[in-house]
């Protein structure tokens, strides 16, 4: 469960979240922007990463994850490729997600917060961006679908976040 859904946080919740507003800035990805508790996102070559607080028993975990194509055929060529590409990652791994009826090719990677620091959080985030901006056209050409930037429309991701990541302003 995603600290968004939760109504507060706790004292250690809220110094990890007062982390990742310190550090997502400075490292030179580009501009994040908070869109919930402790959630955040930032666009990238033909992706965004989310970049997001997370429960994990009686401990915070952040997850930065970005998607990498949409729609793609699901065979077991893709699997094998995504599960062998997997095995060689130091950092993340490949996953599949099903969303508003879409099949969704992500690539992800989760630390514990207990002992958060900028240069674990970057190598996190910078390997969750760069893995997903560079497979994301090699799969949609070979097993179909759509890059992120293909799709950036409602269909897939929330009208507030959309507008985000292009850069503009929605009025209330």
Known sequence: MGLDQMATLSSREDL???QLREYLPKLGIGEFTEVGVGRHICAKGSTHVDVRLMKFGDQVAVRSQAP?????TVTIELLKFLLLRNAG???????LEMWRGHTVVMF?????????????????????????????DA??????????????SEE???????SLLKGEVLST
């Open 68 to 72: 990498v194509a949409v729609d793609t």
């Open 156 to 162: 897939l991701i929330p009208r507030r976040v959309l």
């Open 89 to 95: 990652f130091l950092f993340g791994a490949f996953g």
């Open 16 to 18: 990890i979240a007062q």
């Open 139 to 152: 799969i949609v050409e070979k097993w179909g679908g759509r890059t992120m930037a293909q799709v950036r």
């Open 108 to 136: 992800s990677h989760t630390i514990l917060a207990s002992s958060l620091d900028e240069n674990e959080l970057g190598s996190s985030v910078t390997t969750v961006i760069e893995v997903a901006d560079r497979y994301d």
